[in-house]
């Protein structure tokens, strides 16, 4: 491919990259990357390469090469949104809770600092129990 053949496709970095060039290589579309102006890369830090890039593909295969990336999402149609659960499912309605009547508040600040008690002294007495009875096996 010349020069003149090419022509660009998207932009894309790091693991991004690789898959975009990928998906076009295993179709059969030669594609080529090429790094951004002015774009500075960590690779002598960290070995990877996650400098911004330029895919460019040949003119005749723009077309199937932008389907391909629209099929794998690298590239989003107007008006697609970004999918937010993995699984497909919708995110429930937020929960509105109402305001609380002050006395119930405070009786449920103090039932729950009572219990919070109670279970630090069964934790603490149940401890002490034990390492009781572990010396007593040893005595």
């Known amino acids: 491919m ?3 053949d090419l022509k660009y496709l998207v932009s894309a970095s790091g693991f991004e990259l690789e ?21 500075f890369s960590a690779k ?13 593909v040949a003119a005749q295969d723009y ?8 099929g794998i999402g690298a590239i989003k149609l107007d008006g697609e949104e970004e999918i ?12 509105e809770f109402e305001d609380m009547p002050s006395g119930k508040r405070t009786a449920v600040r103090i039932i729950s600092a009572v219990l ?5 002294a ?10 009781g ?5 040893f005595s």
């Open 44 to 56: 002598a830090v960290t070995g990877v390469d996650m400098s911004e890039q330029d895919v460019y």
């Open 2 to 4: 010349t020069e003149m």
């Open 116 to 120: 919070f008690i109670l279970l630090v």
């Open 63 to 70: 077309d199937n090469a932008y389907d391909i990336c629209v």
């Open 133 to 137: 009875w572990i010396k007593g096996l």
């Open 19 to 39: 898959r975009i060039r990928t998906a076009l290589s295993d179709n059969g579309i030669p594609n080529d990357s090429k790094p951004q102006k002015r774009n």
């Open 84 to 95: 937010i659960e993995p699984d497909g499912e919708e995110a429930a309605p937020a929960e």
């Open 122 to 131: 069964a934790v603490i007495f149940g401890t002490d129990m034990v390492t």
